[in-house]
């Protein structure tokens, strides 16, 4: 049986609810996340920055995806928003997402994966009684989370005790001519998932544990054959770096470096915080052009390093 509700609210406020999502809200909780992020997207774009697209109908299925996998996981963490819609014959009422707040605890630490409230709703206070419940969750356990500008949710984060990170972004095509040979390096499987949660306990306090089994059918792992100097990178179908962690800096390059060149077409190395300056040196001296973007929110503990964290898995 599931556990009861981490906090509660009144059943309705302003005609909507807040409740734990369910694996039939999920559609609409994507649509929710589209139409909010492309707006955001579209609002903070930069003159260099390329147009903000809709999201894509592959992309849409994989956010449903990894949403399933977070609610079969962790679901006291999963919140949604709701109101209700009635049809033309008023008999057909279903629930519309308008708001979301994903979260999950794995051993003593909290992440938030992906949150947001629709752009008609905002100012209501959703976004705060969404973020609540979220936090309750966590239990009083060190948080960490990827933030974007949005000045409502920045205050709201640090009102709620986190420390805001500013992050920087490499974006551009990879000068291939600078590339340099890599070795030590190999192919990663799921018997490495023992080291690379002790990794990243001493990195973040707590191992990755079930969503290392998520991404290995997603994505590409590469580790370094030295458990010496342990690191492993997930890499996805565009040659990107989705999630990197090492012990030592020189490791952590090198897995960038086996991402840069993976990469087709225009690339992009996101979430990296000031004490990750290995990346921005790699990232340099691949002639990518660098630029901010967003925060690292971290609570009770520092930004991870040499570390560059994943949007929804952290």
């Known amino acids: 049986m599931r556990p ?16 734990p999502m369910e694996e039939a809200d999920l559609p609409s909780a994507e649509r929710a996340s589209a139409v909010t992020f492309f707006e955001a997207e579209s609002s903070t774009r930069r003159v260099s920055d390329p147009e903000a697209e809709p999201r894509s109908a592959i ?15 962790d679901p ?4 949604v928003a709701v109101e209700k819609e009635t049809g033309s014959d008023r008999s057909d009422r279903s629930d519309r997402t308008v708001g979301f707040a994903i979260s999950q605890n794995r051993d003593g630490l909290w992440f938030l994966a992906t949150y947001g409230v629709l752009p008609s709703h905002q100012g209501q206070g959703l976004g705060k009684r969404l973020i609540d419940a979220a936090l309750a969750h966590a239990a009083g356990r060190p948080g960490i989370f990827s933030s974007s500008v949005h000045p409502g ?5 640090r009102l709620a005790g986190f420390s805001l990170h500013p992050q920087m972004r490499m974006t551009g095509t990879v000068d291939r001519s600078t590339l340099p040979a890599i070795g030590g390096l190999r192919e990663g499987r799921a018997d490495d998932f023992e080291w690379m949660d002790r990794l990243d306990r001493d990195l973040r306090g707590a191992g990755h544990g079930p969503d290392h089994f998520y991404m290995l ?10 458990r010496e100097k342990p690191g492993y990178v997930y890499i996805d179908d565009r040659g990107r770096a989705s999630l990197l962690a090492a012990a030592r800096p020189e490791t952590a390059q090198s897995l960038l470096w086996e991402a840069l060149a993976s990469a087709r077409g225009r690339t992009l190395v996101n979430c990296i915080t000031t004490p990750n300056q290995w990346a921005v040196d790699v990232g340099l001296a691949a002639r990518l052009d660098i630029g901010q973007e967003g925060y690292i929110a971290v609570r009770d503990m520092p930004a991870p390093a040499p570390y560059l964290a994943s949007g929804h898995f952290l």
């Not at 949710?153 to 984060?157: L, N």
């Not at 997603?218 to 580790?223: A, E, K, Q, S």
Request: aromatic share 12%.
């Open 217 to 226: 059918d997603t994505l590409r792992l590469v580790v370094s054959e030295d």
């Open 76 to 79: 006291d963490g999963c919140w």
């Open 59 to 73: 992309t849409s299925k994989r956010w449903i995806d990894r949403m399933r996998f977070f609610l079969g996981v």
């Open 153 to 157: 949710a920045t205050r709201r984060y």
């Open 4 to 19: 009861g509700p981490a906090v509660t609210y009144p059943a309705r406020m302003d005609s909507v609810s807040v409740r």
